[in-house]
Antibody, heavy 126, light 110 residues
Framework: QVQLQESGPGLVKPSETLSLTCTVSDGSISGYYWSWIRQSPGKGLEWIGFVYYTGSTNYNPSLKSRVTISVDTSKNQFSLRLNSVTAADTAVYHC????????????????????WGQGTTVTVSS | QSALTQPRSVSGSAGQSVTISCTGTSIDVGGYDYVSWYQHHPGKAPKLIIYDVTNRPSGVPDRFSGSKSGKTASLTISGLQAEDEADYYCCSYAGTYLYLVFGGGTRLTV
């Protein structure tokens, strides 16, 4: 069963860049869509964006101007960069895989995340 | 404020059934059959329990079922068990601009 593990600094200063990496183990990053999702304290989940293993991306329009999600297939990793952070970006950040099933026409990617990392807490504070 | 509206909390006794609603608009829940539901025990990884409104991933008990009517999707949990006590989130595809939106979450107390 594929497993995901987030890593990166737990503390980031305001106006700086938040950088996280998700390592995919017991499975390949190729052939799938990968996502970042966050949960701010006391709030619900917020989708940040997707990256396909080829590098193509989709972002939450509310974060698009500050977000970059990239993939490194050689390392079986994908990454999140969020620029110009503020206290509002304090959250638990999860990486996840977009789920898929097999169909006669090939893989069907549904709009749900079937594998998640435990999450990593990032605090924005000086 | 979350894009999709869920009740903040619901409760039920062991063995009973509960239904959690998720209300959106015509550009998300009402526009596509791409609603998913997640179970989240705080401190753990969220777990996918329903995708595409009604489908259960392998390993999810058939006590969990999903449905949709118009702009409202619902998650029903029958035969409640103590371990079902968790936060539940709905999520919907919302077109090529918004793409994915979540509900604010519902705390289930058993």
């Amino acid at each position: 069963q594929v497993q995901l593990q987030e890593s990166g600094p737990g503390l980031v200063k305001p106006s700086e860049t938040l950088s996280l990496t998700c390592t995919v183990s017991d499975g390949s990053i190729s052939g799938y869509y990968w996502s970042w999702i966050r949960q701010s304290p006391g709030k619900g989940l917020e989708w940040i964006g997707f990256v396909y293993y080829t590098g193509s991306t989709n972002y939450n329009p509310s974060l698009k101007s500050r977000v970059t999600i990239s993939v490194d297939t050689s390392k079986n990793q994908f990454s999140l960069r969020l620029n110009s952070v503020t206290a509002a970006d304090t959250a638990v950040y999860h990486c996840a895989r977009r789920g898929s099933t097999s169909s006669p026409d090939g893989a069907y990617f549904y709009y749900g995340m079937d594998v998640w990392g435990q999450g990593t807490t990032v605090t924005v504070s000086s | 404020q979350s894009a999709l509206t869920q009740p903040r909390s619901v409760s039920g006794s062991a063995g009973q059934s509960v239904t959690i609603s998720c209300t959106g608009t015509s550009i998300d829940v009402g526009g596509y059959d791409y609603v998913s539901w997640y179970q989240h025990h705080p401190g753990k990884a969220p777990k996918l329990i329903i995708y595409d409104v009604t489908n259960r991933p392998s390993g999810v008990p058939d006590r969990f079922s999903g449905s949709k009517s118009g702009k409202t999707a619902s998650l029903t949990i029958s035969g409640l068990q103590a371990e079902d006590e968790a936060d539940y989130y709905c999520c919907s595809y919302a077109g090529t601009y918004l793409y994915l939106v979540f509900g604010g979450g519902t705390r289930l107390t058993v």
